[in-house]
């Protein structure tokens, strides 16, 4: 009977746990930009010939739910996810009330709507002096630390980024259909278009802490948990990425065999390459970095997203 109970008490403790790290990693995906472009991305892999009513609906029901998900947390509501009820909601409406011609030419240059749309948002934040990025950088981060100067550049460079990857989709997009006139090609509306969210989703990552070593060397505060990194991690999903496009070209047939089968050579052949030259650059870089301060008082403008 003991070791029954003993079994069960165990199950429940695992079940908490998984539970709990669920939760944790939702919290985390709804306090990042991830969050917001999740409609956005939703609307792109629905859209299409015949299906811009269900793409728009989808896409409208899911910036909603985000909205009520943040609400609910007692988080505050991002721009971000205004914009999308706004966008969303005008697409639906035009769904539902448009003509037959203006439904054909949206499913046709929907994609590049939303492209343009998503680049007049990020810079609009940074010419209003509020950075998108910088609401959900401050879930993570003291209020003492909000108005510091190193967080806030960190937020504008990080939006600048995503405008740069915003800006490459829409440039991608506008190629394909105003000179392929195909919104579907395989360069033009997918590889392109995603490497420049998968650039800004990389850089978010790195600039950081890249940002906030690059200010104790300066400040001369360095501690121990301060460690130097090489631009080279912005690209590191670069090789894989390769992989990943020969595997698409083929199972789409959207490259002939020869060229996928290079792609996919190529693409574990860098992996392993860059992931070695990456490791000898941090190495440099950690033997050639200043001597840490005995007792650094981490200065007002130390903060990262």
């Given at each position: 009977m003991t070791t029954e109970r003993d079994n069960s008490a165990g199950s429940s403790n695992a079940d908490t746990t998984r539970g709990s790290k669920a939760r944790h990693a939702l919290s985390q995906f709804l306090n990042s930009p991830f969050a917001g472009m999740s409609p956005w991305i939703l609307m792109a892999l629905l859209t299409g010939p015949g299906r811009f009513e269900e793409a728009a609906a989808s896409a409208f029901a899911l910036s909603l739910l985000l909205v009520i998900g943040t609400h609910k947390r007692g988080t505050s509501i991002k721009l971000l996810e205004v914009f999308d009820v706004v966008y969303f909601g005008v697409m639906a409406l035009l769904a539902l009330f448009a003509s037959q011609g203006i439904i054909e030419w949206l499913e046709k240059w929907g994609g590049e709507m939303t492209n343009i749309a998503l680049v007049a948002f990020a810079l609009g934040s940074i010419l209003i002096r509020q950075p998108f990025t910088l609401q959900y950088a401050k879930e993570d981060t003291p209020e003492e630390f909000w108005d510091s100067p190193l967080f806030l550049r960190i937020n504008y460079v990080i939006t600048w980024a995503w405008v740069i990857g915003f800006g490459v989709g829409a440039v991608s997009g506008a190629y394909g259909d105003a000179v392929l006139d195909d919104a579907n090609n395989f360069w033009t509306g997918w590889i392109i278009q995603i490497g420049g969210l998968i650039f800004a989703i990389s850089f978010t990552e790195f600039y950081p802490d890249y940002a906030s070593y690059r200010a104790a060397v300066r400040g001369g505060w360095l501690s121990d948990d301060d460690k130097p990194t090489s631009v080279l991690h912005v690209f590191d999903w670069v090789p894989m990425y390769v992989?990943?496009?020969?595997?698409?070209?083929?199972?789409?047939?959207?490259?002939?065999?020869?060229?996928?089968?290079?792609?996919?050579?190529?693409?574990?052949?860098?992996?392993?390459?860059?992931?070695?030259?990456?490791?000898?650059?941090?190495?440099?870089?950690?033997?050639?970095?200043?001597?840490?301060?005995?007792?650094?008082?981490?200065?007002?403008?130390?903060?990262?997203?």
């Open positions: 992989l990943a496009i020969g595997i698409a070209g083929l199972v789409t047939d959207s490259l002939n065999t020869t060229a996928g089968i290079v792609l996919i050579v190529v693409g574990i052949v860098a992996i392993n390459i860059y992931r070695k030259v990456t490791a000898a650059m941090d190495q440099c870089l950690a033997q050639t970095a200043p001597p840490r301060a005995s007792s650094p008082p981490p200065p007002p403008d130390s903060a990262s997203n």
